[in-house]
């Protein structure tokens, strides 16, 4: 039986499901983040020691501004007001991606949310705030130009310690990876869900988790 150390998701279709709901893009995104908060919860339960969000995308900047302010606005908020339960929970946070282009106010946030949870060990928990694997994966190997190698390229990428993800999940309906980890989903297990990310919950990752344990891992061999 497969034991789960790591989970991924690409929380796709918060704006759609605003959307539907006839309440804007933004309501979806609100919704969105406590989806997040339920899920890293039932992680700790389901004893699961790693999992990591795709937040923003290098790619999102080209999104209409207001909607770029309003994630940043909610990515602020939640640090501002959520920091001292996230500490309280044992929640260790972990910031992957050039967040040097971010406004100062929220590299201000994140750094200290870093510094105030590092040693908390209840759950590991990476948020991906404008990161793009193509450039992760480009910089790692510029840095290693001269002794280019496998082990020297994975301490060079923002997930250098972390274990590789056992499990990917993408809601939304979308079968794509959308720049996300390409170098570190290698062997992972992928779940496409139809469900938007405001509509997945605790029962759809027991569900995965469930079906993950018993698949056969090859990782290439027999």
Known sequence: MNKVNHVAFIMDGNGRWGKKKKKGRNFGHLKGVEVVKKIVQTSVKLKIPIVSFYVFSSENWFRPKKEIDFLFKLIKNYFTKELNNTIKKGIKINI???????????????????????????????????????????????????????????????????????????????????????????????????????????????????????????????
């Open 96 to 222: 992957i991606g050039e967040i040097n282009r971010l406004p100062k106010d929220i590299r201000k946030s994140l750094k200290s949310s870093i510094e105030k949870t590092k040693d908390n060990k209840k759950i590991h928990v990476n948020l991906a705030i404008n990161y793009g694997s193509k450039k992760e994966i480009t910089n790692a190997a510029k840095k290693n130009k001269k002794k280019m190698n496998i082990k020297n390229l994975e301490k060079s990428l923002y997930t250098q310690g972390i274990p590789d993800q056992d499990i990917l999940i993408r809601t939304g309906g979308h079968k794509r990876l959308s720049n996300f980890m390409l170098w570190q989903l290698a062997y992972t297990e992928l779940f496409f869900l139809n469900k938007l990310w405001p509509d997945f919950n605790s029962n759809d990752l027991i569900k995965i988790i469930k079906k993950y344990k018993n698949i056969t891992r090859n990782f290439g061999g027999l």
